[in-house]
């Protein structure tokens, strides 16, 4: 069964960078459809990007198109989430989970394996 860890959270100003990451072990990383979900305090818990599991297809939510890059390094079994020009409503905690039975999807209820999640804050 696949484990995930991420890390990478951080307090930061408005406009600036955190890259996430999230360390698979155990399961077959270089099989499964991932995503990175956040849920801001109060909020529920929504979908922002996904990546096949080749990492050549990825989505994007459009509250982060543009700012955020998903990627993923099969050889190390772990997925990133670059975050670009962060801004306050981007606070949350942010999870990475697996989609253990899809190679590719951007279906929230798929996902079925998930992180302890990670705080990022975006001061103003």
């Known amino acids: 069964q696949v484990q995930l860890v991420e890390s990478g959270g951080g307090f930061v100003q408005a406009g600036a960078s955190l890259r996430l990451s999230c360390a698979a072990s155990?399961?077959?990383?270089?099989?499964?459809?991932m995503g990175w979900f956040r849920q801001a305090p109060g909020k529920e818990r929504n979908l922002i990007s996904t990546?096949?599991?080749?990492?050549?297809?990825?989505y994007y939510d459009d509250s982060v198109k543009g700012r955020f890059t998903i990627s993923r390094d099969n050889a190390k079994n772990t997925m990133y989430l670059q975050m670009n020009s962060l801004k306050p409503e981007d606070t949350a905690t942010y999870y990475c989970?697996?989609?253990?039975?899809?190679?590719?999807?951007?279906?929230?209820?798929?996902?079925?394996?998930w992180g302890q999640g990670t705080q990022v804050t975006v001061s103003s």
């Open positions: 155990g399961g077959t990383f270089s099989a499964y459809a």
């Open positions: 989970a697996a989609a253990t039975g899809y190679g590719f999807t951007s279906s929230p209820g798929a996902y079925n394996t």
């Open positions: 990546i096949n599991y080749s990492g050549r297809s990825t």
